[in-house]
Nanobody
Framework: QVQLVESGGGLVQAGGSLRLSCAAS????????ANWYRQAPGKQRELVAS???????HYVDSVKGRFTISRANAENTVYLQMDSLKPDDTGVYYC???????????????WGQGTQVTVSS
């Protein structure tokens, strides 16, 4: 059974930083592609950052230069370093990933439970 568990959310003042973690567990060989989404109250979920198995990164324009997605392959963990946080960054942040199982099967579209990020002005 594959699980993604996010951690690291919390309350921070504008201009502060948080580091989110997404740890994958189960019979996983490695995380293939991972994404961080966020959902603000009353808004649709949006893709914030992505990282491929080869390390290629993509960001939504609103976080470019402030957020950094990274991965620790040995730990099957993906991170989102968030700096210079703004109140508009407030929301529930979700990890989403495709993984490769130890038997070589590619399993797609796993989601974590989400972690709340609140940025006060």
């Amino acid at each position: 059974q594959v699980q993604l568990v996010e951690s690291g959310g919390g309350l921070v003042q504008a201009g502060g930083s948080l580091r989110l973690s997404c740890a994958a567990s189960g019979n996983i060989l490695y995380i293939r592609t991972a994404n961080w989404y966020r959902q603000a109250p009353g808004k649709q979920r949006e893709l914030v950052a992505s990282i491929s198995s080869g390390g290629n990164r993509h960001y939504v324009d609103s976080v470019k230069g402030r957020f950094t997605i990274s991965r620790a392959n040995a730990e099957n963990t993906v991170y989102l370093q968030m700096d210079s946080l703004k109140p508009d960054d407030t929301g529930v942040y979700y990890c989403n990933a495709d993984v490769v199982l130890t038997n070589g099967t590619v399993m797609r579209d796993y989601w974590g439970q989400g972690t709340q990020v609140t940025v006060s002005s």
